[in-house]
């Protein structure tokens, strides 16, 4: 019995993974080099598999797009469809006061996401967007104010929300302390 092996470009897979990733969070190439401190050139080479970057590249072009190095290394598994809770790792993004935590592994093509969002007390009203697809919230602590549309509702512990992504659309923290929210969605960047 004869076995074929594939013949893999770790160099054009991690491209891949890193293109898929910025597209998905629809960040353009020059913003997402500039914020991890590498050339706009340089990171293309990189997404077309032309050039392999340094640990310390890798680290620059992960943290610019909300992962750590490990999203781009690890080997896809069975093991990689379960999450442990004390396994979470809580990022931010410089213009929000929330924390956020990946539920999902967005490896293999998957379309869905889901993000436990920390929501500091005191914090602003989330910028009105919309875009394409599916939202879901579900509030396991705290009072979320959402607005759909210019009408705002008022969710606390147990209740949830699903809406059009496409409905102009914001939340705020309206407890007195934090507030812990479930997102489930397309991916997309917070």
Known sequence: MVTK???KNPALELGSKIRALRQRLKR????????????????????RGLATPSLTSLAGIASALGVTVQYFVDTPSEERSVSRGDQ???????DSANL????????GGRQLE????????????????????????????????????????????GDSAHYESTVPHSWANTARGE???????????F
């Open 28 to 47: 353009t190439l020059d913003d997402t080099a500039t914020a991890a401190r590498i050339s706009k050139p340089f990171l293309s080479q990189v997404e």
């Open 100 to 107: 956020f935590a990946r539920l999902t592994n967005l490896t």
């Open 88 to 94: 979470l790792k809580f990022f931010g993004f410089a």
């Open 114 to 157: 889901a993000i436990l969002v920390k929501m500091p007390p005191g914090q602003k009203r989330s910028e009105v967007n919309t875009h394409a697809g599916e939202e879901f919230l579900y509030v396991i602590s705290g009072k979320v104010s959402l607005t759909l549309e210019g009408k705002t509702f008022s969710l606390q512990a």
């Open 5 to 7: 092996t594939e013949n």
């Open 179 to 189: 507030s812990l929210v479930v997102w489930v969605g397309t991916p997309r960047l």
